[in-house]
Protein backbone atom coordinates (compact mmCIF):
# COMPACT_ATOMS: atom_id res chain seq x y z
CA UNK A 1 0.00 0.00 0.00
CA UNK A 2 1.37 3.25 -0.97
CA UNK A 3 2.09 6.15 1.89
CA UNK A 4 -0.65 8.54 0.51
CA UNK A 5 -3.07 6.05 1.28
CA UNK A 6 -2.03 4.49 4.92
CA UNK A 7 -4.80 5.82 6.40
CA UNK A 8 -7.41 5.23 3.70
CA UNK A 9 -8.70 7.82 1.15
CA UNK A 10 -9.55 11.41 1.24
CA UNK A 11 -13.00 13.17 1.04
CA UNK A 12 -12.03 14.67 -2.08
CA UNK A 13 -10.90 11.25 -4.23
CA UNK A 14 -14.40 9.45 -2.59
CA UNK A 15 -16.31 12.34 -4.24
CA UNK A 16 -14.13 12.05 -7.87
CA UNK A 17 -14.61 8.37 -7.77
CA UNK A 18 -18.69 8.54 -7.17
CA UNK A 19 -18.59 11.26 -9.97
CA UNK A 20 -16.66 9.14 -12.07
CA UNK A 21 -18.47 5.83 -11.13
CA UNK A 22 -21.73 7.37 -11.79
CA UNK A 23 -20.67 9.13 -15.50
CA UNK A 24 -19.35 5.96 -16.62
CA UNK A 25 -23.17 4.40 -15.48
CA UNK A 26 -21.18 1.71 -13.20
CA UNK A 27 -19.98 -0.06 -16.66
CA UNK A 28 -16.23 -0.94 -16.35
CA UNK A 29 -14.47 1.08 -19.33
CA UNK A 30 -12.13 -1.55 -19.37
CA UNK A 31 -14.17 -4.56 -20.13
CA UNK A 32 -17.60 -2.97 -21.33
CA UNK A 33 -19.19 -4.88 -18.46
CA UNK A 34 -21.35 -3.66 -15.41
CA UNK A 35 -19.62 -3.15 -12.25
CA UNK A 36 -21.86 -4.29 -9.19
CA UNK A 37 -21.96 -1.81 -6.53
CA UNK A 38 -22.38 -4.10 -3.96
CA UNK A 39 -19.11 -5.91 -4.52
CA UNK A 40 -16.69 -4.44 -1.83
CA UNK A 41 -12.84 -5.00 -1.67
CA UNK A 42 -11.34 -7.18 -2.48
CA UNK A 43 -13.64 -8.98 -4.20
CA UNK A 44 -12.32 -8.50 -7.90
CA UNK A 45 -15.48 -7.08 -9.90
CA UNK A 46 -15.76 -4.63 -7.09
CA UNK A 47 -15.49 -0.84 -8.31
CA UNK A 48 -12.30 1.22 -8.66
CA UNK A 49 -11.27 3.99 -10.83
CA UNK A 50 -8.65 3.37 -13.25
CA UNK A 51 -6.33 6.60 -13.93
CA UNK A 52 -5.66 6.37 -17.59
CA UNK A 53 -2.62 8.38 -17.62
CA UNK A 54 -1.04 7.41 -14.67
CA UNK A 55 -1.25 8.50 -10.69
CA UNK A 56 0.98 10.90 -11.31
CA UNK A 57 -1.20 13.16 -13.49
CA UNK A 58 -3.29 13.45 -10.80
CA UNK A 59 -7.17 12.99 -10.40
CA UNK A 60 -8.69 14.91 -13.49
CA UNK A 61 -11.77 13.16 -13.89
CA UNK A 62 -11.01 13.23 -17.59
CA UNK A 63 -8.30 11.21 -17.17
CA UNK A 64 -10.48 8.61 -14.96
CA UNK A 65 -12.46 5.71 -15.92
CA UNK A 66 -14.69 3.17 -13.93
CA UNK A 67 -13.36 -0.24 -13.85
CA UNK A 68 -13.28 -3.51 -11.98
CA UNK A 69 -10.86 -4.12 -9.64
CA UNK A 70 -9.11 -6.60 -11.39
CA UNK A 71 -9.42 -5.00 -14.75
CA UNK A 72 -7.93 -2.38 -13.46
CA UNK A 73 -5.13 -4.49 -11.78
CA UNK A 74 -4.53 -6.13 -15.03
CA UNK A 75 -4.07 -3.08 -16.82
CA UNK A 76 -1.96 -1.49 -14.42
CA UNK A 77 -0.25 1.61 -13.79
CA UNK A 78 0.03 3.16 -17.93
CA UNK A 79 3.62 4.77 -16.66
CA UNK A 80 5.09 2.05 -15.40
CA UNK A 81 4.86 -0.20 -18.56
CA UNK A 82 8.63 -1.18 -20.29
CA UNK A 83 8.57 0.44 -23.68
CA UNK A 84 8.57 -1.90 -26.22
CA UNK A 85 12.19 -3.36 -27.56
CA UNK A 86 14.47 -1.10 -30.14
CA UNK A 87 14.73 -1.45 -33.55
CA UNK A 88 17.56 -0.11 -35.30
CA UNK A 89 16.36 1.90 -38.13
CA UNK A 90 20.03 2.60 -40.04
CA UNK A 91 22.87 -0.35 -40.14
CA UNK A 92 25.99 1.53 -39.11
Not at 56 to 74: I, Q, T
Not at 80 to 85: G, I, K, L, V, Y
Amino acid sequence: MSKSWAKGSTRAWRKTRALVLARDGWVCQLCHRAIDPQLRPPHPGSATVHHTLGKRYGDNPAHLVAAHRKCNLDVGDPTTQPDPPAEPVTKW
